[in-house]
């Protein structure tokens, strides 16, 4: 299996901006993402898999037949196109860092940006090997183009090696998912997996089935704007408001103070000025109780300040995008421990771990396909330090490959 291909693949697949954009109700939310929707269609076309399509939304799907006739579940693995809006994805200027030496990387000598292991101790672990980064004007890109890297790396290595006995295997490319929209024009007929993992992790070795249940929500505040000089009692500063909002949210839930299972409240986006403001957040929590609380919280600060300032003047507007999807996992256990089994038969240590965000596959397993989510190797997702190491990248081809011969074995 070479390894030299997942590179070539991840190094041309990051030359295309694919980010999406939340405030596009289309799907997808922006047309660059279907030049690479093109790109990986033709491509699984000239490697020789079956089924390749390209719908109008840009999904691609696609099927590797199976090699032997014995009856098995068909397994899919799944990954999104699209990059982060948190930072552009545009021009990305790429270059590896050979047998990475624990220092601090300089990414841009002229702006002064370094990525050093003090700020980002992940780094400790990459000592020897190579990484790929950034020249710290963009993200790079790995979340999730190493996972579509690693899947047509996985589908070409099948589709040139006939021999090697495997059941049916199905693969699916998403757009939008960065936005929550991932899997809302997924056909899960069409795709035709019986089961399925995103590869759309951390780093090697990271295997997760739980995520948070998560929320958007959009705070807009009226004020009433006259001049300060006759002010008193009339004027309703909307900024001021939206600061007070704020405040009023359990300061320890903020995201920069959580770990673990813990759960919060971000604010991704502020606009205002003393007539309108704006507040975009996002609320996530694990555990379905505490999530639920949080959004009846979030409601009643906005219903508290309309009582003080008056009916109108603040807008809550909530809506629920995925669920923590371990209910619809935990009754097919074989596909956390084929995961796991044939991670240590690699020498890759297995660590469960909960999804501190979401995937395609929360939204996926409520549509019927339980689909677990596997590493993909990337780093500091979604913004300019970002890096992938080209060993991780490369063993978790073999990871795939080797999940696919296991459902084979039965």
Excluded: W
Excluded at 113 to 124: C, G, V
Excluded at 179 to 195: I, Q, S, T, Y
């Amino acid at each position: 299996m070479s390894g030299s291909k997942v590179t070539d693949k991840f190094l041309r697949y990051i030359a295309m901006d694919t980010q999406s954009e939340a405030e596009k109700e289309q799907i997808p939310s922006t047309k660059k993402q279907l030049a690479l929707a093109r790109q990986l269609a033709e491509e699984l076309k000239i490697m020789g898999a079956a089924e390749v399509t390209l719908d109008s939304q840009s999904y691609v799907y696609a099927v590797i037949p199976a090699t032997i006739e014995k009856e098995l579940p068909a397994i899919g693995f799944i990954a999104h196109m699209d990059t982060s809006p948190d930072a552009s994805g545009e021009n990305v200027k790429a270059r590896t860092v050979c047998q990475y030496d624990g220092k601090e990387i300089c990414l841009n000598e002229k702006k002064g940006i370094f990525l050093s292991p003090k700020e980002f101790p992940s780094l400790k672990k990459y000592v020897g090997q190579d990484l790929i980064v950034t020249d710290g004007t963009t993200l790079l890109g790995a979340d999730d183009k190493a996972g579509v890297a690693e899947i047509m790396a996985m589908a070409e290595y099948f589709l040139t090696h006939p021999e090697i006995p495997h059941g049916k295997i199905c693969i699916g490319f998403t757009p939008d998912e960065e936005v929550g929209r991932g899997a809302d024009g997924f056909d899960v007929a069409l795709f035709g997996a019986d089961v399925a993992y995103t590869v759309d992790g951390g780093a090697l070795g990271e295997l997760e089935y739980e995520n948070f249940n998560a929320a958007s929500g959009r705070v807009l505040i009226h004020g009433r704007g006259v001049h300060p000089g006759a002010a008193k009692n009339i004027m309703k500063n909307a900024s001021l408001l939206a600061m007070e909002f704020h405040q009023m949210l359990p300061e320890e839930q903020n995201p920069m103070y959580t770990e673990g299972y813990e759960g919060f409240f971000h604010l991704t986006d502020i606009q205002g000025s003393m007539v309108e403001a704006r507040m975009d957040y996002i609320i996530r929590d694990h555990d379905r109780e505490k999530f639920e609380r949080k959004k009846i919280l979030f409601s009643r600060i906005g219903e508290f300040l309309n009582e003080k300032y008056g009916e109108g003047t603040v807008e809550v507007i909530l809506k629920d995008t995925y669920y923590n999807m371990r209910e619809k996992i935990e009754p097919h256990p074989y596909l956390i421990e084929a995961a796991r089994t044939s991670m240590e038969k690699l020498g890759i240590e297995p660590r469960v771990v909960p999804i501190r965000g979401g995937t395609d596959g929360a939204r996926l397993s409520y549509m019927g396909l339980p689909c677990p989510n596997l590493c993909a190797g990337g780093e500091n997702c979604h913004g300019i330090y970002e890096y992938v190491c080209v060993q991780s990248m490369e063993k978790i081809v073999e990871l795939l490959a080797e999940i696919a011969g296991a459902f084979a074995k039965g």
